[in-house]
DNA sequence: AACCCGTGCAACCGCTATGGT
DNA sequence: TACCATAGCGGTTGCACGGGT
């Protein structure tokens, strides 16, 4: 009866992740893929518990991460988003590809909700009012109940959806890193090459902590330069610095067509359909749900009463078109 | 220069869901 | 069916940092 040693107080590292620590990880990952954290530290020798090295590799490590700045246009998703389906961050950051639930989650404690909350008081200052918030809880009983439609329409299709022909078509669980066979088919390319893995260490190499700067701060900043190095390798596996709002809205253009329309996240090619590269890890594809597109003009456009009605229609009436 | 305070964000905590036996 | 291990999620905390006084 002896507790996991992942969940052991003693000799276990809290804090900041150091960039060797990072590499570490990544390396590992880059050899076994992600997924199975219970032996990551055992293997690692980190000394951290498991939840510790799987939020270190959802939140910060993953491929196809965003970071930086929001843009008026994901800001705007969130919070439409969040009128919708409440603190559900998980599900916002789906519609997010790029974001981490707890990135959108610290953006919208520390933006946006005090953003909300002037709206609510005063004046909208970008044409989101708080009049908007009226009748949201229809929409959302209305996604819930579409979601539960999905399910349904999952477990009742099992064999009809296994044999789709178009691997983007799959489901929510998708991006999950349980995935690991499919995961070390594909892990030729990525952080997961070895050139990556140098350039990692290079640049970390490169910039040595220094002597005043805190772990945390070394943790930081030559870590960012090694994501840096990630970006720009002529791999362009990692995407930290795509963020672009073309690489963002190239996203909701690639239900539409598998074509040119996302080619900015093929440069990045986490998300490319064709090499499925760290597929497992991206987030789900909204066209399991509805389409981008049509979700996003509904969204983004605040005259969008004729669009409200096609995706509720949709949503409730025709769902079977989305299986 | 020193202190205070607000902000941003990475990481942790605790709970729930899920899958395997 | 019950139990256990693991993964996932949302809330919260802790700390670094920058601006104001």
Avoid at 16 to 44: A, C, F, K, M
Avoid at 229 to 243: E, F, H, K, L, P
Avoid at 246 to 252: A, H, N, Q, R, T
């Amino acid at each position: 009866m002896s507790k996991p040693p992942c969940c052991d107080k003693i000799g276990v590292k809290k804090g900041p992740w150091t960039p060797e620590e990072d590499i570490i990880l990544v390396s590992y990952i880059q050899e076994h893929g992600p997924g199975n954290w219970r032996s990551v530290p055992t293997n690692t020798g980190l000394l951290r518990c498991s939840k510790s090295c799987r939020l270190r590799w959802t939140n910060y490590l993953r491929p196809g991460i965003k970071r930086g700045n929001f843009t008026d246009h994901e800001e705007k998703m969130i919070i439409h988003l969040q009128a919708l389906l409440g603190n559900r961050w998980a599900a916002i950051a789906s519609y997010l590809p790029q974001r981490t639930d707890n990135d959108i989650k610290n953006y919208w404690n520390t933006h946006l909700k005090r953003k909300m909350k002037k709206l609510q008081d005063g004046q909208s200052e970008d044409g989101f009012s708080a009049s908007q918030a009226k009748g949201q809880w229809e929409r959302r009983l209305q996604t819930d109940i579409r979601l539960a439609k999905q399910a349904l329409c999952e477990a009742l299709s099992l064999d009809k959806t296994s044999s789709l022909p178009d691997s983007k078509s799959s489901v929510t669980d998708d991006y999950e890193p349980h995935n690991t066979l499919q995961f070390q088919s594909q892990a030729s390319s990525y952080v997961s090459s070895a050139d990556n893995i140098a350039k990692l260490l290079e640049n970390w190499m490169k910039n040595p902590q220094n002597p005043g700067q805190t772990n945390s701060d070394a943790s930081q900043s030559s870590f960012n330069n090694t994501l840096g190095a990630y970006s720009s390798s002529s791999d362009g596996i990692y995407s930290a610095t795509a963020n672009t709002p073309e690489g963002f809205d190239s996203l909701f253009s690639f239900n539409s067509s598998n074509s040119d329309a996302s080619q900015s996240m093929d440069e990045n090619s986490n998300f490319t359909p064709e090499n499925g590269l760290f597929q497992d890890e991206s987030k789900p594809s909204m066209e399991a749900h509805v389409p981008f597109s049509l979700l996003e003009k509904w969204l983004l456009d605040e005259s969008a009463a004729q669009n409200q009605d096609d995706l509720i229609h949709m949503s409730i009436e025709d769902s079977t078109g989305l299986f």
